[in-house]
Every structure is written in C-alpha cells, then in structure tokens.
C-alpha cells in the first residue's frame, strides 16, 4: 500500500484548515501555503466535501472550514475520502479471486489491512496539529 499524493495533500490541506479555525478558508489561501496548484486542489476538496468532512461558503469571504472538531477526524477517514480503499490487496476489500479458497497468504493479508486500519483509526487530527 502506498498512499498516493491527492491522499498526502488532503491530509495536508485538512492540517491547514485544523489550524485556521474561526472562519472559512479560500482555495487560493491554501493552494499559496501548501504548495498545491489550484486545479488539483479543487479536486481534492471536492472528495472531502463529497465525503462530509469540509463545509463550504460563497461569496467574498467563503471558503472551506471544518465540519467538526479536529479530534472528531479520525486520519482513517481522511485518507478514505480521497483514495477509497487502502488495503493491501484487493481480495481484502471483498473481490472474489479464484483462489480464495486455498490461498494460504489471505490471512496475512486480512490482518495487515487490521493493522493498517487500527492504526490509521487510532490517529486524529488532532494528534497530527
């Protein structure tokens, strides 16, 4: 598993917005401080809003802003949001394989993506601001 740069850049920009609290965030302001060009920035956000995490405004001082508390995101949904799955393998997330009845690594599988899980579950916001 490796997590791509749209997840790595929606755990960025959901820092950014954790630490900026108060009032909502341009695109511009963020795409300026973080690096990210404004067109991927934007698809980026929408799979946050999509997903429920981001609330958004209009007009001259609208922006992005966080729905809830940056303990209440756990890194897991985050990461969710904008890569869907992150399981190891894709047997893992429910695929059929043909070789699912005999396959001895399954179980190594099964509990890597656990652990991954757990982990990421484990983690918030919070722990990263």
Same mark, same amino acid.
């Given at each position: 598993? !490796?997590?791509?740069? /749209?997840?790595?850049? $929606?755990?960025?920009? !959901?820092?950014?917005?954790?630490?900026?609290?108060?009032?909502?965030?341009?695109?511009?302001?963020?795409? &300026?401080?973080?690096?990210?060009?404004?067109?991927?920035?934007?698809?980026?956000? $929408?799979?946050?809003?999509?997903?429920?995490?981001?609330?958004?405004?209009?007009?001259?001082?609208?922006?992005?802003?966080?729905?809830?508390?940056?303990?209440?995101?756990?890194?897991?949904?985050?990461?969710?949001?904008?890569?869907?799955?992150?399981?190891?393998?894709?047997?893992?997330?429910? @695929? @059929?394989?043909? *070789?699912?009845? *005999?396959? /001895?690594?399954? /179980?190594?599988?099964?509990?890597? &993506?656990?652990?991954?899980? &757990?982990?990421?579950?484990?983690?918030?916001? $919070? &722990?990263?601001?």
């Amino acid at each position: 598993m !490796m997590i791509s740069t /749209k997840g790595r850049y $929606a755990l960025r920009i !959901m820092v950014y917005l954790a630490e900026h609290t108060g009032k909502p965030v341009s695109l511009k302001e963020i795409a &300026d401080n973080e690096g990210i060009g404004i067109k991927y920035l934007e698809i980026i956000v $929408a799979s946050l809003n999509k997903s429920g995490l981001l609330s958004s405004s209009r007009g001259k001082n609208g922006g992005y802003a966080l729905n809830k508390k940056p303990e209440e995101y756990t890194i897991l949904s985050i990461l969710h949001a904008a890569e869907g799955s992150l399981a190891p393998v894709s047997c893992v997330e429910g @695929h @059929h394989c043909e *070789n699912s009845a *005999n396959c /001895k690594p399954y /179980k190594l599988w099964k509990e890597l &993506d656990s652990v991954i899980e &757990d982990f990421l579950t484990s983690k918030t916001l $919070a &722990d990263i601001v």
